[in-house]
């Protein structure tokens, strides 16, 4: 079984900052991608940002030079920086990570149970 577990979201005003982590545990193979997504009320779900194993990271159009996103392979741990935030960044933030948990079956997609950030004008 695997968990990922989501922590540091709350209150900020805008133009503040905010930093969420996300751990994964359990038994599993390995990690590769990790990366964050979030969702407003009435809205899909909608990706944030991701980073794979190696590093490379890509990133929202509206997250851009806002946000940054970091992983501790070692750790096993996703990171969100998240920087001059805006009211339209009020979402419920989900961890989310492509691991292999059996050497018989494909990787495949897990989510942690989200943490709410809100961001007053």
């Known amino acids: 079984q695997v968990q990922l577990v989501e922590s540091g979201g709350g209150l900020v005003q805008a133009g503040g900052s905010l930093s969420l982590s996300c751990a994964a545990s359990?038994?599993?193979?390995?990690?590769?991608?990790m990366g964050w997504y979030r969702q407003a009320p009435g809205k899909q779900r909608e990706v944030v940002a991701t980073?794979?194993?190696?590093?490379?990271?890509d990133y929202a159009d509206s997250v851009k030079e806002r946000f940054t996103i970091s992983r501790d392979n070692a750790a096993n741990t996703v990171y969100l920086q998240m920087n001059s935030l805006k009211p339209e960044d009020q979402a419920v933030y989900y961890c989310?990570?492509?691991?292999?948990?059996?050497?018989?079956?494909?990787?495949?997609?897990?989510w942690g149970q989200g943490t709410q950030v809100t961001v007053s004008s």
């Open positions: 980073v794979t194993s190696g590093g490379s990271t």
């Open positions: 989310n990570a492509r691991i292999q948990v059996s050497w018989l079956r494909p990787a495949s997609d897990h």
């Open positions: 359990g038994s599993f193979l390995s990690i590769f991608a």
